[in-house]
């Protein structure tokens, strides 16, 4: 293979959230949504080069920034955003929380779909707003939308935004064209508006196709903000890159005004390197992670079905978190975790995490070197044996 992602890097004592912040002392961990491999070799000679030059002064975000962004979603989607659409900006977190502020007002409720990202109900609850849960429906090990519910809880008046995880995080959902045609019209025909989190769109596996929501038409995209980044594709989150983008000038303009509002809207220079290079360069490498990545969820499946029975692994289709559904043990969420923590010293998310709709349930992270992770599913197995 021209990539190793077999060897593993030591990421203790470099700061790192994901392997420094354990609350059990020396943890195997495999919880927060970053990767232990090693960012494309074209990225790292291009931040080398740029470090060489010395200089980090204010940086202006050059046009191959944009041009990398706008041929990047063409290439791999079909769907080109126009440059006057696209504002970069530091994240998809910062972004979510300016476009919550931006389009909707104190007390107004927001609708997210659970169980997802636990972000979402943050950024919400320190917007000032109120959540509207429209749960997935766990349907023969795999997760579809209520639409009857969505469509009631869309009659509020005080819906204005949903947010959807496209594709979906934690459950590994990655939702076709007719369900996002669906969403859309419901939110539509009630003035709801949709932001749309798209971060892991890159990672979709073979079989399976990412739509981005604004490519579904005029309407839907007038009515919606676009989030990405190719942090989680390319781990770089610590790069601190992204950008949003919308046809709707007045959506653009408001969410960019709480930008400025803050004083955050520019960026870290080696991010716009990273982005650059992640997009123009490095596409050779992702499609050899993803190839990694879902021989490791074939191990992990593999390994459960043969050990572990009466734990059922859900279908990923996107992502590298794995969601398991371990209702038959009896257990709450929590107190699983706490047990593979304590006792294992395997940190992995407990699925109540996500909301309430994902008691019973576990979040393991994959992207590791199979070495690694065979170690991890060990201490699974010991734990929930």
């Not at 392997?19 to 927060?32: A, H, K, Q, S, Y």
């Not at 910062?94 to 109900?121: E, M, W």
Request: net charge negative; charged share 20%; glycine share 6%.
């Amino acid at each position: 293979m021209k990539y190793n992602f077999d060897e593993i890097v030591t990421r203790k004592d470099t700061g790192s959230i994901k392997w420094d912040e354990g609350p059990f002392g020396e943890v195997l961990p495999m919880w927060i949504a970053d990767m232990d491999f090693k960012s494309a070799p074209e990225i790292l000679a291009a931040l080398e080069k740029r470090i060489a030059h010395g200089i980090f002064g204010y940086t202006a975000i050059p046009d191959a920034f944009y041009d990398a962004i706008i041929a990047w979603w063409k290439r791999r989607y079909g769907f080109a955003p126009e440059k006057e659409w696209l504002v970069p900006v530091s994240g998809v977190i910062p972004a979510l929380s300016a476009a919550i502020q931006a389009l909707s007002k104190n007390g107004d409720k927001v609708i997210i779909q659970t169980p997802v990202y636990n972000h979402f109900y943050s950024s919400i609850e320190n917007s000032g707003r109120i959540m509207i849960e429209n749960n997935l429906l766990y349907n023969n090990g795999t997760y579809i939308i209520d639409f009857e519910d969505l469509a009631q809880k869309a009659t509020d008046p005080k819906a204005k935004l949903l947010i959807i995880s496209n594709p979906h995080n934690p459950v590994g959902r990655v939702w076709t064209k007719r369900e996002l045609q669906a969403l859309g019209d419901i939110c539509l025909q009630h003035n709801v508006v949709i932001i749309s989190d798209e971060i892991h769109a890159d990672l979709v596996f073979e079989g399976h196709l990412h739509i981005p929501f604004a490519s579904l038409g005029e309407k839907y995209s007038r009515n919606s903000v676009t989030l990405s980044s190719p942090t989680k594709s390319f781990n770089l989150a610590g790069l601190q890159v992204g950008y949003f983008f919308t046809k709707n000038e007045q959506f653009r303009k408001s969410i960019l005004s709480s930008f400025q509002l803050m004083g955050i809207e520019l960026l870290n220079l080696f991010g716009i390197t990273a982005l650059i290079t992640a997009y123009n360069e490095s596409e050779e490498w992702l499609d050899a992670l993803k190839e990694y990545l879902y021989d490791n969820y074939l191990f992990l499946t593999e390994f459960i079905a043969l050990h572990l029975p009466h734990i059922k692994v859900t279908p990923l289709e996107a992502t590298y978190l794995v969601w398991l559904d371990c209702t038959a043990l009896g257990k709450t969420a929590d107190d699983l975790s706490y047990v593979l923590l304590e006792e294992q010293k395997l940190w992995i998310n407990s699925g109540t995490m996500y909301g309430s709709s994902g008691e019973g349930f576990l979040r393991i992270n994959i992207a590791t070197p199979r070495s690694l992770l065979k170690i991890g599913i060990e201490k699974l197995l010991k734990g929930l044996a």
